[in-house]
């Protein structure tokens, strides 16, 4: 959805610097970065993503029963999908407690409950396969991962293909540069530089 990337690029919860990029915790330098974290903030724009969210999971996990979030970014998203679908919620934590009962899963979740986990984005999906895998630990049955934006990365696709799980985002890396075109944020020398680095990232 074309209007969720340009609510991102209004609320400055996506940067694009293609001529000085950002660094993120993995080392790799990119001209963008993103921080759903603040849509939160924004109940006109909280709406649409569950709204959004919610209706994509309809359609392609029609008999979903459980919604899980990932922790910490992933949770309030799981929160309002889970209101909107009128479904339990669960969160993952990134690993067990150290204490109490050492769970690394909050909430219900019972045995081969159908479910979708939900994180903030994707970029190459190593995080939220962690938080799947920890879901199937407790026996779960893990229909796919919906999340609101991808960087489309080729690790991405692989990752998830090695999985053998399927993903679905709200708005992705291709939706967001089109956006960004179109409102003057970049122009489209910056755009053609914006999109080597999606094919090629460890490049720069």
């Not at 293609?18 to 993995?26: D, I, Q, R, V």
């Not at 993503?49 to 029609?62: M, S, T």
């Not at 970014?73 to 969160?91: D, K, S």
């Not at 050492?102 to 219900?108: F, T």
Request: contains cysteine; glycine residues 6%; hydrophobic residues 45%.
């Amino acid at each position: 959805m074309k209007e969720i990337a340009k609510d991102l690029l209004e609320i400055n919860a996506v940067k694009l610097s293609p001529k000085e990029p950002f660094t993120w915790a993995s080392g790799l330098k990119s001209p963008i970065y993103c921080d759903n974290r603040l849509t939160i903030s924004y109940p006109k724009i909280r709406r649409a993503i569950a709204k959004g969210l919610a209706q994509l999971i309809k359609e392609n996990f029609p008999t979903v029963e459980v919604i899980a979030g990932t922790a910490t970014a992933g949770i309030p998203h799981a929160a309002f999908i889970a209101e909107e679908l009128n479904l339990p919620l669960v969160y993952v934590r990134s690993k067990p407690k150290d204490h109490g009962q050492g769970r690394q899963i909050e909430g219900v979740l019972k045995k081969g409950a159908k479910t979708v986990v939900i994180d903030d984005l994707l970029s190459t999906g190593g995080s939220v396969l962690k938080a799947v895998k920890a879901a199937e630990n407790e026996d779960a049955d893990v229909l796919g991962v919906a999340a609101i934006f991808s960087y489309q990365l080729k690790a991405l696709e692989e990752n998830f293909n090695k999985a053998r799980l399927p993903f679905i985002t709200l708005t992705n890396y291709t939706e967001l540069l089109s956006a960004a075109l179109e409102t003057g944020h970049i122009s489209a020398a910056e755009e053609e530089i914006l999109q080597k680095w999606r094919l090629d990232p460890a490049a720069w």
